[in-house]
């Protein structure tokens, strides 16, 4: 039987009025607004939108059911986060910012939370600082320290980004041109800077600041070290992109960090943000950045429960093209 092409089939014509439908509550507009620039959780949205837990699981429930929005597990709760990339819907939404009045204070509401998640992260380093090294910390073993030495090519000035109390840092700067260490915690910082001083160490220094906003010049830097802290970052790819950023052309970037994993309750014992990662992942995150030449490997199992694994990658941010 002949159809009119012109004419909309019926499959695609629910979907369509059950979407206009869902976005058509004002509420569920807030939420899209906040999940298109954030994963959050019930409890955050709950703290940002002001409304009761059973109101904004029913909200989260029709715009999943939509198609609109898609969750992942993370400890003992669910992450939300806009699951369309649709330009129809991103241009639905920039309207929907213009004319909803609670959305900037929204927005505001939202930084403050992804703060406190910080901070939480950064309360617990405090808590540590000074006892990092002597207690267990998954992955951080010598084999992976070696494998990551002999992709070094000294002298250089080296970022040592996550620095902690600066052990590795301490490593690299007995070859290195310079090393700058950034940490989040000041805490870490501050116990560092007086090892620096003890030891008579004129190499290295140490700067406040998040791997995802280096307090580093761009363009300064010949080598970027994350050893076991990009599963700390609460973006992991804007700071393999400040890496980037910071690197000078044919730089290089290591990264030693946790293979994927199901140990949940490593989130509360050493404040993990990401339960490691896939060699797929990390892959994923350096091409984005531009990086070339990317290779990636597991080098150390530990022998005890829960088995952590060590991941090594390495890649190298190209020279500029010369005409």
Known sequence: MYQNPARPSSKTMPSIVKTLRVVADPNRLRILLLLGGEELSVAELQEILIMGQSTISTHLSQLKQAGLVEDRRTGKSNLYRLALA?????????????????????????????????????????????????????????????????????????????????????????????????????????????????????????????????????????LVFFSQSLHHALHPERAVSEASRILLPGGRVVILDLVKHRFEEARDLYADEWLGFTETELESMLEKASFTEIQTSVVHKDPEPPQFQTLLAVANKPSRTVS
């Open 86 to 222: 649709d330009s129809i819907l991103t241009s639905l939404l920039m309207k929907a910012k213009e004319e909803i009045p609670e959305a900037p204070a929204d927005q505001a509401a939202m930084r403050g939370v992804l703060r406190k998640r910080q901070d939480k992260m950064r309360t617990f380093f405090d808590s540590v600082a000074g006892r990092l090294g002597k207690d267990y910390v998954p992955g951080k073993s010598w084999k992976s320290v070696a494998e990551a030495f002999l992709h070094l090519i000294p002298p250089m000035v080296i970022a040592d980004l996550g620095a902690g109390e600066g052990a590795f840092a301490l490593l690299l700067a007995q070859r290195a041109k310079k090393v700058i260490a950034v940490d989040t915690s000041a805490k870490m910082i501050e116990v560092a800077r007086d090892q620096v001083r003890r030891l008579g160490v004129d190499n290295l220094e140490y700067r406040l600041g998040d791997m995802e906003d280096v307090p580093i010049d761009s363009g300064t830097v010949d």
